[in-house]
């Protein structure tokens, strides 16, 4: 069993965000960059997290579960709409 997957089957970095959540966290994105946000919201919905924060300079942020249970993604929104950061590798309290 991958090491991202909680025994239930739920994505450990989404329970780890949900945990940490309304306090600050620090997103790691599998490129190395890394963004501090100030969460506004973190739900569940099933087995599937659906969370919104905000970076430092006012960018939305919104990060949910992938196709399976060891995907964590994370958009931006700007002018155009959402576009999609990367894989989120790690979550901690900023």
Do not use: C
Request: glycine share 8%.
């Amino acid at each position: 069993m991958p090491a991202d997957v909680h025994v239930s089957g739920m994505n450990r970095l989404a329970k780890r965000l949900y945990n940490i959540a309304p306090d600050p966290v620090t997103l790691t994105f599998a490129d190395g960059s890394t963004v501090v946000l100030s969460m506004h919201s973190a739900e569940f919905f099933q087995d599937d997290l659906e969370a919104e924060g905000e970076a430092d300079d006012g960018t939305t942020y919104r990060i949910v579960d992938g196709d399976d249970d060891a995907t964590l993604l994370a958009a931006r929104e700007g002018d155009d709409g959402w576009t999609v950061v990367g894989d989120v590798t790690d979550v901690e309290a900023a």
